[in-house]
């Protein structure tokens, strides 16, 4: 009987070894790559593409001082006829400096959201970067945009959220492969 859970005990932390040592935040230039794949978007705004099709190009670049570039494309198709959508690349770029924080990143051009500037910042816990970008409109309500980015293996999972004053607009998930370093 003691010899079973000895056996036990050693399997049980056999397996919860990889846990513990997938617990720890990974660093940025785990991420660096360009990562190509696609995403299903869901939204409520849209009556007539309430569930659409996106193609999406992430490249990341760790930079020496600990900072990184992110530039995300993102074909929609969310407009026009819904049997022949009209389709539009939208490109965002980005520049994320350290800061005292570990595992948080500011942009770089540190926006003045008041001004009509959107503030974006970046965070690391475990295998998700999290980037999150905030605007304020002219009336005070606020928009957000979180993208989340997990590395899963050779893949990258995406998960995208778009508040506006704390309601769920739409919503995008989706998994991307690491096209080149």
């Known amino acids: 009987m ?9 399997a049980l932390f056999i397996v919860a070894l990889p846990t513990v040592g997938s617990a720890k935040d990974v660093p940025i230039s785990a991420f660096k790559g360009d990562w190509r794949g696609n ?3 869901e939204n409520n705004v849209s009556v007539n593409f309430p569930i659409t099709s ?3 190009d992430v490249d990341i670049r760790p930079d020496a001082a600990g900072g990184f570039n992110i530039t995300w494309r993102t074909l929609l198709r969310q407009k026009g006829n ?7 690349l939208k490109e965002t770029t980005l520049t994320f400096v350290i800061t005292d924080k570990p595992g948080v990143w500011k942009d770089s051009k540190g926006g003045d959201v008041y001004a009509g500037d959107t503030v974006s910042w970046a965070q690391i816990r475990k295998q998700t970067l999290t980037i999150y970008v905030m605007a304020m409109s002219d009336t005070g309500d606020y928009d ?3 993208y989340k980015r997990t590395l899963t293996g050779l893949n990258m999972e ?3 959220t778009a508040i506006r ?8 998930r989706g998994r991307l492969i ?3 370093k």
């Open 82 to 88: 819904p049997s022949s959508p009209k389709e539009v």
């Open 39 to 41: 995403a299903i978007s």
């Open 165 to 172: 004053d704390g309601a769920i607009r739409r919503t995008a």
């Open 178 to 180: 690491l096209h080149s």
């Open 144 to 146: 957000m945009q979180v």
């Open 2 to 10: 003691a010899r079973i859970k000895v056996l036990l005990a050693i």
């Open 158 to 160: 995406l998960e995208f």
């Open 54 to 56: 996106r193609d999406i």
